[in-house]
């Protein structure tokens, strides 16, 4: 059964520490993205990925790490550096990085720092 | 910087047709636009998407004008399910690649 997984569903943190998200998929998809959403807002690009050992920033990426060391796995890292980390992170995948791509997004991590 | 401007929200009653329209003045010439939908707490899901003029599919119609500077996403007889965020996307070539979600358009339908 194809498709993209993110873990944990829901995680906690505590002011200054880094936490790490996890997305996975098994689309074979070059492409990968992650994206921030906050509360009755829009999606904001966070970091992509367009192939392995290659990733980009998008227009929120400060706080933010990510690694593409697998074509399957994009984690991201959210660091002590992000000043507002408490929202519902969403991971994508598309074939390509073209606007014809379609992207399949993963179920979400919603994220509350204490 | 390529951007999209749609209403922030809509109102509307099953069994009506709604028409959103987004805006997107910038776009590139061989850019496409993509529509999705998202319910609360899950990622968005892909809708439809075209290039110019008219594209259908089992959910949704798609317009665009010649001058492709905005779209309309069409839903025939909404039903209290279509309640949802509505995304107009384009691309943004700006120093490489990325795509651009708008702030969405949050449609309600009462019954």
């Known amino acids: 059964d194809g498709g993209i997984t993110q873990s944990p569903k829901y995680l906690f943190r505590k002011e200054g520490q880094n936490v790490t998200l996890s997305c996975e998929q098994n689309l074979n998809h070059d492409a990968m993205y992650w994206y921030r959403q906050d509360p009755g807002q829009g999606l904001r690009l966070i970091y992509y990925?367009?192939?392995?050992?290659?990733?980009q920033k998008g227009d929120i990426a400060e706080g933010y790490s990510v690694s593409r060391e697998k074509k399957e796995s994009f984690p991201l890292t959210v660091t002590s550096a992000q000043k507002n980390p408490t929202a519902f992170y969403l991971c994508?995948?598309?074939?390509?990085?073209?606007?014809?791509?379609?992207?399949?997004f993963g179920p979400g991590t919603r994220l509350t720092v204490l | 910087l390529a951007k999209t401007t749609q209403p922030i929200s809509m109102d509307s009653y099953e069994g009506q047709e709604v028409n959103i329209t987004c805006s997107h003045n910038n776009i590139a010439t061989n850019d496409y636009i993509t529509w999705y939908q998202q319910f609360p707490s899950q990622g968005p899901r892909f809708i439809i998407q075209g290039y110019k003029t008219k594209v259908t599919n089992e959910v949704a119609s798609l317009f665009i004008p010649a001058d492709r500077k905005s779209s309309t996403l069409s839903l025939p007889r909404v039903s209290l399910s279509d309640t949802a965020v509505y995304y107009c996307?384009?691309?943004?070539?700006?120093?490489?690649?990325?795509?651009?979600f708008g702030a969405g358009t949050r449609l309600f339908v009462k019954a």
């Open positions: 990925s367009q192939i392995v050992n290659d990733f």
């Open positions: 996307l384009v691309g943004d070539y700006t120093g490489g690649f990325k795509t651009i």
């Open positions: 994508a995948s598309s074939i390509g990085s073209g606007s014809t791509n379609e992207q399949f």
